[in-house]
């Protein structure tokens, strides 16, 4: 029911953005939440947003740079990254669920997962 789309190898300080193709039952009621991960470590939260859009979350390490977005007529969710380091290289993850406001960055509680989309930074 998610999709992702849009990695890529680009070089430091390049501009990247991901999609995330959602099935309307999943995009129009859930909170979204990009997710990403490297090899040996955990999922790490990147950034959320709730159903309406009204908010987005976002990780320390991303913010200022990274910006998260969802078009619903659409039912798809966006993560505009900006200004990428060789720290951004991961697998990024598009999820959806219903956690609360002060649990967005706890992956368990996101019911729905895309496939994954490899995001590579280096010169």
């Known amino acids: 029911q998610l999709q992702a789309s849009g990695g890529g190898l680009v070089q430091p300080g390049a501009s990247l953005r991901l999609s995330c193709a959602a099935s309307?039952?999943?995009?129009?009621?859930?909170?979204v939440a990009w997710f990403r991960q490297t090899p040996g470590k955990e999922r790490e939260f990147v950034a959320a947003?709730?159903?309406?859009?009204?908010?987005?979350f976002y990780a320390d390490s991303v913010k200022g740079r990274f910006t998260i977005s969802r078009d619903n007529a659409k039912n798809t969710l966006y993560l505009q990254m900006n200004n990428l380091k060789p720290e951004d290289t991961a697998v990024y993850f598009c999820?959806?669920?219903?956690?609360?406001?002060?649990?967005?960055?706890?992956?368990?509680?996101?019911?729905?997962w895309g496939q994954g989309t490899l995001v590579t930074v280096s010169s």
């Open positions: 309307e039952r999943t995009s129009n009621t859930y909170t």
């Open positions: 947003i709730t159903w309406s859009g009204s908010r987005n």
């Open positions: 999820a959806a669920g219903r956690p609360v406001m002060s649990s967005l960055s706890t992956s368990s509680l996101y019911y729905y």
